[in-house]
């Protein structure tokens, strides 16, 4: 069904819904800077699901010249240069809430805007969803107890093989494991979940960046990859088993590498792609070389979702000096994914390059 909807669309520029995140952080920001750049109009349609007064808040806070304009009717959305076409879908108008501080409010208002954004995409009302951040602590004062988008994006679309690939400058990184306390992860790195990623890194690189047989660099957990079991030995116990049986499924992917020097190698295009075993083992190099312009996208659902590589900064939201980068770079890879899946469902197969 999808397969159709997209030979249907055809070359319509596509329709992009925004999630304006978490109401009290900079999301209504850098949406309303993302916006205002003519660059980012050109080639898809956008569409902010969020709070209409937040929207026009976060607009008069920055003398923005463009206005929000509500829509009432998703399957007519359109919108001149200078309008911000909103569709906000909490029942009650959201108006009195403190900027910069977690509340359960604008925890679940965050929420609705993601669950909204779903509906809409499995509707084909939307093309794809673009994530402005949430507030974690928020949504789950809310009451809403999920680690992330990521996860509830799995719940909401019944999906059972999700993971979390982050692109930013040469890498492109995907995640074994997303918000896990350190002293729990040991748990949490199965052979299950490691080769689980690898498949989800194999995937994205060939369907979404078309490499033909992608290589994967697989990231080993202990200094010096264990040093052969003298600090550590889940590098023998689980990690090169998991690569094991990926090579099976014939995947390119490598033994267990020291995680110091892999990442400088994936820069330099020794891969195509890596393995991170945890949330920082991966993040830090990516922010170190691109914190501004990275970008999130969900793998494995059957909607397309980009999001923001940063967060909902609630030390400077309000203040109008949020960098809209990563908010332009997610949505300018979710236009060029929509029109990857729409040439794929035209020829009926996959575009690769290697
Ligand atoms: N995509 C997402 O939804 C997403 C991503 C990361 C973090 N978060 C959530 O955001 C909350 C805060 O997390 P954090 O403090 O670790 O990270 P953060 O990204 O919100 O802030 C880290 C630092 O970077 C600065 N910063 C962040 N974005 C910026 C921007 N666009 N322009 C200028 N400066 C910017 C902040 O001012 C702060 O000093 C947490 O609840 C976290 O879970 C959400
Ligand atoms: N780990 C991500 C980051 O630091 O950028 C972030 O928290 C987003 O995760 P979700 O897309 O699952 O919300």
Redesign the pocket.
Known sequence: MARDRDRIAGDRPPLLGITM?DPA??GPE?VAKALAKASVRRGCRLLVIGSFPVMERALKLLRSPLKAVKVTDVGLVSAGPKQVPVWDPLPQPLDSFEIGK?APETGAASVSFITEAVRLAEAGLIDAMV????????MHMGGYRYP??TELLADLTKSTEVGMMILGGPLKIMFTTT?VALRELPEKLTVTAIVKAIRLADLALRESFCIRKPRIGVAALNPHAGEHGLFGDEEQTTIQPAVAQARLAGIDASDPLPADTLFGKAARGAYDGVVALYHDQGLIPLKLVA??TCV?MTVGLPIIRT??????????AGRG??????LLEAIKLAAQLVRIRRQAARTGSRRTSR
Request: no cysteine; glycine share 18%.
């Open positions: 995140g952080g900079i850098v977690a994530t402005a951040p949430i507030n974690k602590e928020a992330g988008h918000h914190f501004g999130n999001s923001v590589d940063h967060g909902t900064a609630y030390d400077i000096v949020a960098e809209p980068g990563s």
